[in-house]
């Protein structure tokens, strides 16, 4: 039960090589992806107890998150955020996850410093595809 009260744990500045984005030399050659998280965490028993068992590892959290980057290609980084999002509420302690995906070298014929997504999703949102005219 949630005490109402939640805290912030951010991990920023991932940095990733996938190969995601619609183009074939995209998919061919692979870029740079970088994922900021903010986790919507009570922190309250990790401080009680100062072990680590009662709070979410980011260690592991960040491998983890690094292998939903590089592995199995897709095109839009919608959907990449929404598998890093998963793979963030699969720890029962994240009450909300907020993702950002940086797409620094897409594939823009214009001078751009980066391009980001960012989404939020909680723990009880219903999963993707399970929407209206889904039964």
Not at 49 to 61: A, K, N, P, Q
Not at 112 to 129: K, W
Request: net charge negative; with cysteine; charged share 25%.
């Amino acid at each position: 039960m949630s005490s109402g009260a939640t805290d912030e744990l951010s991990v920023l500045g991932i940095e990733c090589f996938g190969h995601h984005g619609v183009f074939d030399h995209e998919k061919r050659d692979g870029q740079v992806f970088v994922i900021d998280l903010t986790l919507g965490v009570n922190t309250r028993p990790a401080a009680a107890s100062d072990d680590l068992r009662d709070t979410v590892d980011y260690g592991s959290l960040v491998g983890q998150v690094t292998a939903a980057v590089t592995r199995d290609p897709v095109d839009l980084i919608e959907t990449l955020a929404e598998r890093v999002a998963g793979v963030c509420l699969l720890d029962s302690r994240v009450e909300w996850a907020r993702v950002t995906v940086h797409k620094p070298d897409a594939p823009i014929e214009a001078r751009f410093s980066d391009v980001t997504l960012t989404i939020t999703r909680h723990r009880h949102d219903e999963p993707a595809g399970q929407g209206e005219g889904h039964r």
